[in-house]
């Protein structure tokens, strides 16, 4: 089983600020990652598949990259609607499918 | 628009089987490539991905769990069926279901609002 670890498990961040979030995998999962936002008391939403395609109404504040074992996502400027927690997920070596344990953005 | 929902029981009791429906709209799982998995969340903790049906009827399921989970599908309601038996206070979760659009791809997309599961006595 492929095992996901996000880094950190919280940041702080100012509105307007640069966030990066971090996911490393326990082996390659070549590009096939996913990252989702989830705020409280709603379900998870994909924000990113294919470790850097945004998917379908996603701001371009959000930005992917990474290939292999490490993965990086970006938001460019926070935005007060972005403060959430942020999960990566691999669909490379399946079953299972494997998130990480997410990292929360909250208000500096 | 894609539509995905969630239905059962909000409490059970240890040892009992949990049935959930997850009734969807705007796609047929009858069609090439789609399918719906079933995510679970313990409150404030990760999500863990439980199983996978696709319009082959092709089933494939978490290794830690798969023997008290089955998934099932009716084409006809289009609603897809998870049993977990066995529950236990550790299973109290919100369970989601999710469509994969794509049998080769592996991204949830989207997912239903959730619905949570508590078992206790």
């Known amino acids: 089983e492929i095992v996901m670890t996000q880094s950190p498990a919280t940041l702080s961040v100012s509105p307007g600020e640069r966030a990066t979030l971090s996911c490393r995998a326990s082996?390659?999962?070549?590009?096939?990652l996913a990252w989702y936002q989830q705020k409280p008391g709603q379900a998870p939403r994909l924000l990113i598949s294919?470790?850097?395609t945004r998917a379908t109404g996603i701001p371009a504040r959000f930005s992917g990259s990474g290939s292999g074992t490490e993965f990086t996502l970006t938001i460019s400027s926070l935005q007060s609607e972005d403060f959430a927690v942020y999960y990566c997920?691999?669909?490379?070596?399946?079953?299972?499918?494997?998130f990480g344990p997410g990292t929360k953005v909250d208000i500096k | 628009q894609v539509t995905l929902r969630e239905s059962g029981p909000a409490l059970v009791k240890p040892t009992q089987t949990l049935t959930l429906t997850c009734t969807f709209s705007g796609f047929a799982l009858t069609t090439s490539g789609m399918c719906v998995s079933w995510i679970r969340q313990p409150p404030g903790k990760a999500l863990e991905w439980l199983a996978r049906i696709d319009w082959d009827d092709a089933k494939y399921y978490s290794t830690s769990l798969k023997t008290r989970l089955t998934i099932s599908k009716d084409t006809s309601k289009n609603q897809v069926v998870l049993t977990m038996t066995n529950m236990d206070p550790v299973d109290t979760a919100t369970y989601y279901c999710?469509?994969?659009?794509?049998?080769?791809?592996?991204?949830?997309?989207?997912w239903g609002q959730g619905i949570l599961v508590t078992v206790s006595s």
């Open positions: 999710a469509r994969i659009m794509g049998s080769g791809r592996g991204w949830f997309d989207p």
């Open positions: 082996q390659s999962v070549r590009s096939n």
């Open positions: 997920q691999q669909y490379h070596n399946w079953p299972p499918f494997t």
């Open positions: 294919g470790a850097s």
